[in-house]
Structure formats: structure tokens, C-alpha cells
């Protein structure tokens, strides 16, 4: 699963409410989910700019996500959004593929030794009871 945290560069109280989205991400998504941050209308004019890149990288430094600057209006960045998330989903539920194979191997082998152990145990006592008959 991914989620976009989209603010618009423009605007710093769409920034400020990223905090409350993460907050509310980690209380009722997977501990695994893939985010990336968002600043929108990278296209705009500087004198409209209220939120500098570098504080969008930083925030996202600070939650270890990815973070790019994007406009919808010119499509800058839009597809490489939208690219970045599927392969980091796509290797995470790569990931969790080569775990659970290892579980299920690690469990055949362990369900094998088992068997092996019983079957051993088997022999034994039917060698116990061939000697007593013997002796007897």
C-alpha cells in the first residue's frame, strides 16, 4: 500500500497539517506502508512560494520518507511520483514473497526433521521390543 502526502507550496498551512496526516497514517494504516511527500505547483512563481524545498526535504528527512516537487499544471515530476511509489511497493511485496517462501521452507525442513526423528524413534522401539522378545 502507498499514500501521497500532497501539500500545495503555496499555501503553508496545507504543510503544516502534513504532521497530523502522518500521525493519523500511523494510528490506523500498516506498519509498512510506503508514503512519499508531496509539494504541488513547484510551477508557480517564487514570490508565491511559502514553503521552500529544503523544508519539504527536511520533513521528509525527518520521517524517512521520499520527497518530490511536483506540478500537476506542467506534469513536472508527476509520472516519477506515481513510478517511485509502485516500485517501492513492488519491492516491498517482493520482500515479504522471499520471507514467506523462507518460512515455508524452513518449516518443511523442520516438519522433515521431525518426521525423521519420529521415525527414528520408531525404530528404536521396535528393535527394544524385537531384542526383549529375543531375550525372553
Known amino acids: 500500500m502507498g499514500i501521497l502526502l500532497v501539500y500545495d507550496v503555496t499555501d503553508e498551512s496545507s504543510f503544516n497539517n ?15 506502508v510506503n508514503k512519499v511527500l508531496v509539494g504541488n505547483k513547484a510551477d508557480m512563481d ?13 520533513l521528509a528527512d525527518e520521517y524517512g520518507i521520499k520527497f518530490f516537487e511536483t506540478s500537476a499544471k506542467t506534469n513536472l515530476n508527476v ?10 511497493i513492488k519491492q ?7 520471507k514467506a517462501e ?7 525442513l523442520t516438519n522433515k526433521i521431525r518426521q525423521q526423528g519420529m521415525q527414528q524413534m520408531l525404530q ?4 527394544a521390543v524385537e531384542l526383549r522378545s529375543m531375550m525372553s
Open 18 to 32: 502534513i504532521r497530523n496526516w502522518i500521525r493519523n497514517i500511523e494510528q490506523h494504516a500498516s506498519d509498512n
Open 46 to 58: 517564487e514570490s508565491k512560494r511559502a514553503v521552500p524545498t529544503s523544508k519539504g526535504q527536511a
Open 79 to 88: 509520472e516519477e511520483v506515481f513510478f517511485s511509489i509502485a516500485r517501492d
Open 92 to 98: 516491498k511485496l517482493a520482500d515479504s514473497d522471499s
Open 102 to 108: 523462507v518460512f515455508q521452507t524452513q518449516s518443511k
Open 124 to 127: 528404536n522401539q521396535v528393535a
